[in-house]
């Protein structure tokens, strides 16, 4: 089966699941099935910048924030804004739009922050981004806690129409996953690997490192936007911390146990760690089974995962996938010496 064979039927079998998902399965398979899009969208785009450029970010949930409130702000209803934002800017409080105008705002204002935040920070190396990049994060939340006027502070924002469905969270993920592949496996992705493997000798050969940084982490932003106005209308209400450190923990968990440098990658761990999750989540409230009675154990599921990360680090420490891909094609393809970048999604 040729290579766009397979995509296509499995374009087809993603369609016929957002379709009759809703109708035919409980609502619980639904709702994992929506975090796991959502969160493919956000940790994919995460490891565009973290896996591809090397350059390890840990301020891609600061990007997560503004776009859940920039889009939450821009659909909550007039009448709610005058209720629970009364004192939000007057051209604000006068408009709303469609949950499509406002993930698409939100995406484009994160970019445009990504820009402005990435220009400086793209110049540093190693640890020293990292804790940069925290720093942003870190301002983010402050920002959003101070600003009542547009978050309501630390309280719940609440009242967000609930837009995030399973087509829309599917159409999303794909788009996602097909935007990133073709940037990551063109001549700018093999200039990206190359600033990430060594940085003096892809200077050495002409690329120019800033602006290749730059723009993978602008690009990573944009889909941090959008997965944060998804997230935003598939929860429906929430707070500043509900985008901090154990957002972050989680996401960048998800992308080492995939394998930083891989978007199928970063897809497989976020169902191995959303799986095994809910199934101990589940667990851990006790459970019986004939005469065997366990009793709950609330804190367990943490610990398991934590022990489950620490096995994959101590023997896969470049994750399941490392810098391979899931290959869509035909494996006789890749037999005839085809490079695994022209040949992956």
Not at 223 to 232: D, P, S
Not at 290 to 317: D, E, H
């Amino acid at each position: 089966m040729t290579r766009w064979w397979r995509l296509g039927v499995g374009l087809v079998l993603l369609a016929l699941l957002a379709w009759l998902g809703p109708q035919f399965m409980p609502d619980y398979f639904v709702r994992v099935l929506i975090v796991m899009a959502v969160n493919v969208v956000l940790v994919s785009s995460l490891g565009l910048s973290n896996g591809f450029t090397g350059v390890f970010s840990l301020g891609h949930v600061g990007f997560v924030a503004l776009g859940a409130y920039s889009s939450a702000i821009l659909t909550l209803a007039l009448d709610k804004k005058l209720a629970y934002l009364p004192d939000l800017l007057g051209w604000l409080a006068q408009i709303q739009l469609g949950f499509l105008p406002a993930t698409l705002i939100a995406g484009l204002l994160c970019a445009l922050v990504g820009l402005i935040v990435g220009a400086p920070l793209m110049r540093l190396n190693g640890n020293y981004v990292s804790v940069a990049t925290l720093g942003f994060l870190i301002i983010v939340n402050v920002v959003l806690v101070n600003a009542e006027s547009f978050t309501r502070g630390a309280r719940t924002f609440t009242g967000i129409d609930t837009s995030t469905t399973l087509p829309w969270a599917l159409g999303w993920m794909v788009l996602t996953l097909l935007i990133l592949s073709r940037v990551a496996y063109s001549p700018f992705g093999r200039a990206m690997r190359a600033t990430r493997e060594d940085l003096i000798a892809a200077q050495g050969i002409g690329i120019r490192v800033l602006p290749t940084r730059l723009m993978a982490f602008i690009i990573g932003a944009f889909f941090a936007g959008v997965g944060g106005a998804l997230y935003a209308h598939y929860l429906g209400s929430f707070s500043p911390a509900t985008f901090y450190f154990a957002l972050m923990v989680t996401q960048l968990a998800m992308l080492v146990v995939g394998g930083q440098g891989s978007l199928t990658g970063a897809a497989v761990g976020v169902v191995l760690v959303t799986l095994l999750s809910e199934v101990l989540r589940n667990l851990e409230r006790g459970f019986s089974l004939g005469s065997l009675t366990l009793p709950p154990l609330y804190g367990v599921s943490q610990i398991v995962l934590g022990m489950v990360f620490i096995l994959v680090m101590v023997y896969r420490p470049s994750g399941l996938l490392g810098d391979r891909e899931l290959q869509l094609v035909d494996s006789s393809k890749a037999s005839q010496g085809a490079s695994p970048e022209q040949e992956a999604v």
